[in-house]
């Protein structure tokens, strides 16, 4: 039987449907044909690269010999120039990692948010988000829903509160003919519209009542009515045991 996994907030946004329904039927869909490969070795060789200097040619190789699969190996070297380029062009005095932190969506959903590092350059503190979607990255309300929720992260975390807020995007671009090759595109948080209060807790409604109508789906329970999926999930402790880096 299909597990159901609790998605990080770049997943929570990237999954979120207009109603409750077809974010159930996304998550069943997505417990049932899970993605076949992570950009988890991305994130760390980000970190590996940035936090512990670890040269550039040992990451390669480490890529090279670890993953198996020849189209995913050459998806993630791809996108390792783009990284290294665009931090030696940013030349940070310092780069630290940070821990996980959880948002709380409601009905007992604590969400894992993993930022991946934090650099300083001249005394300005920069917070760079990796989406490393290859196609289709956040965008419209789903990009907005996204930034919202990292804001207020942000916000409420003394260390991170001065931060600017950078979305690394590493997707193809789109055009027509053949496919060309990922690129960079750099974008300021702050030019992405955030949604209200009213409409993020709405959205955030959508989701978790999508999500306990698709864990009692592939669980062959009966669904069960909205007020009763408001009390707390008796399974909690399996939200922190889910890696949240899936492509």
Not at 62 to 77: E, H, S, T
Not at 139 to 149: D, G, I, M, P
Not at 154 to 159: C, H, I, N, S, T
Not at 215 to 234: I, V
Request: net charge neutral; proline share 9%; hydrophobic share 40%.
């Amino acid at each position: 039987m299909a597990k159901l996994k609790v998605p990080s907030v770049q997943h929570l946004a990237r999954n979120w449907q207009p109603t409750s329904e077809r974010t159930c039927k996304k998550l069943v869909t997505l417990a049932n044909s899970p993605p076949t490969f992570n950009y988890n070795s991305l994130f760390f060789a980000a970190r590996d690269m940035l936090v512990f200097n670890q040269p550039y040619d040992e990451i390669v190789e480490g890529i090279r010999r670890a993953v198996k699969r020849a189209d995913v190996r050459q998806n993630l070297l791809g996108v390792l120039p783009l990284i290294r380029d665009h931090f030696a062009s940013v030349s940070p005095d310092f780069v630290q990692s940070i821990d996980r932190r959880y948002y709380s969506i409601g009905r007992g959903l604590m969400v894992p948010f993993d930022p991946p590092l934090l650099y300083g350059v001249g005394g300005q503190l920069t917070f760079p988000w990796f989406s490393f979607w290859r196609q289709n990255p956040l965008a419209k309300e789903r990009l907005s829903l996204f930034v919202t929720l990292v804001d207020e992260l942000l916000a409420d975390d003394p260390d991170l509160a001065g931060a600017k807020f950078q979305i690394l995007d590493f997707s193809v671009p789109k055009v027509k003919g053949r496919e060309p090759e990922r690129e960079l595109r750099v974008i300021d948080a702050r030019d992405i519209p955030r949604v209200d209060d009213k409409t993020k807790v709405e959205m955030l409604r959508v989701f978790a009542d999508g999500y306990f109508m698709a864990e009692a789906q592939l669980a062959g329970r009966p669904t069960a009515p909205a007020e009763e999926r408001e009390r707390h999930d008796p399974r909690q402790s399996d939200f922190f045991d889910d890696d949240p880096r899936k492509p």
